[in-house]
């Protein structure tokens, strides 16, 4: 008997056609060989079970899709309607288009990172953010890594390894991540001596607790929780006049990190590097992706000694910054310098104080597109809200808000179908419902979702 023919065309002659030609020209040869290779055999598998072998653009059709799924970026963006603002999973803080495009031109050219054009020879990273923190907090000199969990590294690293660091019980943190300060204290190759009580910090237990072994004092900021009721807490003078009497540093972490102070934009107060300065601080560390609202890095302001001794330290090659996100810090930080115009250009603080009249606005109109999208079993409504800071700043404060509302059974198989659009959008579910908090629904967001809500209630009900 003659040989059965093949179900599907040879491989070479799919990589002649013109559907061919376009996967070649965009995913290269050997990447557009194996995926027609690999369709090819999934075709002869299921020929052989039976099945009827697809024609040869449905097959090419076939390898474009597993191009796609292949060449696809992980990261991807979404559509934050959680009701957390910097949300530490999403990325924190959006950036300014000055920073954006300040990286972007670090990234793309070479650049003065560490060069000094005056001299001709080798510069200073920080150098090209030194200048600006010292403005901003009043700091002597300053200092950036990777992040804040960094920056605490150094500095204990730094001033105390194979020494002692008194920290109050109510200081001892867990933030995400399980990022714990006694395990990062231990890493550092310093000694934790917790002192005080959960609830009540003396300055006698900080007195008490003061030896020959003490390196430095240290306050930390209580990231995402509170404690309230019966407490004591030695204020940051108080705790600086300690250090000093002692001869050891004293060192603040901040956090969250705000530049100035959040009052005057009708935000409940957070405690800024410049106060924690006049407090006595001899260093200050924080975050620079939170409520400063710029790139992921640690910044790290004091005196000028203690920053000198924290650069010589083989620790900050290590954890320092690339010229991409030294540029997109430096851009951020010039924005400063024009406080009163920061909720108009700082994307962060634009949203957090987004009024709460144009959140209820923005809310009717997602909803208007998202009732007709799912059809009658599901209740959509507008409700008013809380949306919370985010990034363990103010963890007790709520911002007035307004979401959109699902209610229905098994109100989880919206949600998945929001999460599975082209881009995805994430809420949270409590009390029965699915929560649609619209505080950072952009109108980039509302165009975008015009175009695909149509589409959501195609999926089984």
């Not at 990062?184 to 020959?212: F, Q």
């Not at 010229?323 to 603080?349: F, H, I, M, T, W």
Request: proline share 6%; charged share 25%.
């Amino acid at each position: 008997m003659p040989a059965t023919r093949s179900p599907i065309p040879s491989i070479d002659r799919l990589l002649r056609t013109p559907a061919a030609a376009v996967l070649l020209a965009r995913f290269g040869r050997d990447a557009t060989l194996a995926a027609l290779r690999a369709e090819a055999e999934a075709v002869r598998a299921a020929f052989r079970a039976g099945a009827q072998p697809p024609g040869e653009i449905a097959l090419i059709d076939a390898a474009a899709d597993r191009l796609a799924r292949l060449f696809a970026p992980s990261q991807r963006r979404v559509v934050n309607l959680t009701g957390t603002v910097l949300h530490t999973n999403l990325g924190r803080a959006p950036l300014p288009e000055e920073a954006i495009a300040a990286a972007a031109e670090a990234m793309r050219h070479p650049t003065t990172l560490e060069f000094d054009l005056a001299t001709g020879r080798r510069g200073e990273r920080d150098h090209h953010v030194r200048s600006l923190l010292r403005e901003l907090t009043g700091a002597e000199d300053a200092t950036v890594v990777n992040n804040n969990a960094a920056a605490v590294l150094l500095v204990l690293n730094t001033l105390a390894k194979g020494r002692e660091v008194p920290v109050s019980r109510g200081e001892l943190i867990e933030i995400g991540g399980s990022f714990r300060m006694p395990e990062i204290m231990a890493r550092a190759g310093c000694r934790l001596v917790e002192i005080g009580t959960t609830n009540r910090t003396h300055a006698r237990d900080y007195r008490d607790a003061i030896g020959p072994r003490t390196a430095l004092l240290m306050r930390v900021h209580q990231a995402n929780f509170a404690i309230s009721g019966f407490t004591a807490r030695v204020a940051d003078r108080e705790l600086a006049a300690i250090a000093k009497n002692a001869g050891a540093p004293f060192v603040t972490d901040l956090g969250a990190g705000a530049l100035v102070d959040l009052d005057r934009f009708g935000l409940p107060h957070e405690p800024t590097a410049r106060e924690a300065l006049a407090a006595g601080a001899d260093l200050v560390t924080f975050s620079g992706d939170k409520l400063l609202g710029g790139p992921q890095a640690g910044l790290v302001v004091g005196r000028a000694d203690l920053i000198r001794r924290l650069n010589r330290n083989p620790l900050k090659r290590a954890l320092r910054l690339d010229k991409g996100r030294l540029a997109a810090l430096e851009a951020v930080l010039r924005l400063y310098r024009a406080p009163d115009l920061l909720p108009q250009r700082l994307p962060a603080l634009a949203l957090l104080t987004r009024p709460e009249s144009a959140i209820r606005a923005a809310a009717g109109r997602l909803m208007d597109r998202l009732r007709p999208a799912l059809g009658p079993a599901w209740q959509v409504a507008v409700e008013p809200c809380r949306s919370q800071i985010g990034s363990g700043a103010l963890p007790e404060d709520r911002l007035l808000s307004a979401a959109v509302t699902v209610a229905g059974k098994g109100v989880e198989s919206v949600a998945s179908r929001l999460r599975a659009l082209p881009v995805p959008v994430l809420g949270r579910i409590g009390e029965g419902r699915l929560w649609l908090d619209c505080r950072c629904l952009t109108d980039t967001d509302e165009r975008d979702l015009a175009a695909v809500l149509p589409d959501l209630g195609r999926g089984a009900m």
